[in-house]
């Protein structure tokens, strides 16, 4: 196999050194004095400050609110504790422009599945080097897209799509993606996706009859994979499919582990668990010294703390008791399953639900109101504080469809029309699937500011950043 001379694949390091004109681009402006305040709030209690205010402010739709520096410290987690393997963050998880400029000015590289998505990241600033199109089955027009803007980068698993990318993007890169065992997973994607093992001699060998370049293997081993050993061992497997390409003649350079690391860290599994399991099958099959270049393409890991869903009562009644349940309230909420919790459905999440408690009355002022709702936030933290009782209930999105329930067996306290819930960890798969079924409105964003920009900034962003100057323009738009 003859590895093009060509720089088709960044490779570089994640965070470069920024000259200095960009760097005085892309900082925050100087007026924006809530940064430092900001920073010293804990997270979760700026949220439920941000939500609370929005209510003060008579909102009446659901809307989210969107915390960007949690995608940066999931990304710098994720550098400190896997450093050799390069994140491409999977746009399809969440498109959220804001959240892909923060994520391509921190230096990530993108996975994208569509043209458009290409397209998203691209306007962005991000070069072409810096993108797998990693879909299996692609388009064969989103195929000419790619090789028009030089992503060359991509994903087979079958002769059928070997033979599509040699006709439509002759010099595209290839990484033929694995089927690995995937059934410790949330959801599963080796039904369709992958070719087993002993396909791979073929598939090979139809790629160097068609003149394509292969570079390496990809595999995913389900979303939301919560089985530290499944990652470890679909790098054993992948290591295999170099060694049958070494047997061939063959020398690949790139490995592609994925996705499927949850979005946040629970008592039985963290992602520094997941990391300690990869690293040493990593260092075994792939240490540096090979010259294989480790990648991987999170999605929910990055960006599923990002967004945090606040939505109204708008409806109350009494269910009868049935042979399955006892008599409860009904709640209505103004976003779901055809929305945000779509996710529900195709995701298989199980969102938790939390009464957001009013905001302190303005007269005692704006120090005590902003101490009173980080002591609610602290409480609602810790599991409710003092929590009124709670009673079973079902929980049902806004749409005239039977189906279009969020929980048929909740507890919450009792609850009036308009009084406020909201839902933690809804970044990953939740509005990116969401529709206006029945007119409904997805929810509106909130962003909250940026603790800083990087420093130092990435340089691989081409120079008319689109993604700096949204950022830009959100960190300005913040501090008015
Ligand atoms: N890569 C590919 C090819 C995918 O299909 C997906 C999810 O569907 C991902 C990465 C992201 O997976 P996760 O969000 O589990 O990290």
Redo the contacts with the bound molecule.
Sequence with gaps: MILPSTKSFDSSPSVNPLNANQLHKLQPPPSQPQHAAAQAVPNAKRILQQMQLQVQRGAEEPFYVVDLNSAVERLQLWRALLPDVQPFY?V??NPDALLLSTLAVHGASF?C?SRAEMQAVLDLGVPASRIVY??PCKQPSHVRFAREQGVRLTVADSEAELRKVAEHHPGAELLLRLAVDDSQATCV?SCKYGAPPAEMPALLATATQLGLTVRGVSF?VG??CFAPGAYAAAVDRAAEVFELARAAGLEMDVLDI????PGRDTAALSFADIAAALRPSLARHFPPSSGVRLIA?????LVAQSHTLAVNVIGKKRAPSTADLPAHDMYFINDGLYGSFNCVLYDHAQPGVRVLPPAAPAAAGAKAAEAAAADEAEAAAAGGGEAAAEVPCSIWGPTCDGLDCIAKEARLPELQVGDWLYYDDMG?YTAAAGSNFNGMPLPDKHYLPLHSMPVPICSHLQPAAGAATLLNNHLAAAAR
């Design positions: 999977a399809k998880c996975d599945a990693a879909n994607m995913h979303s939301g994925g996705g499927g690391f393409e999170p999605g929910r890991y990953a």
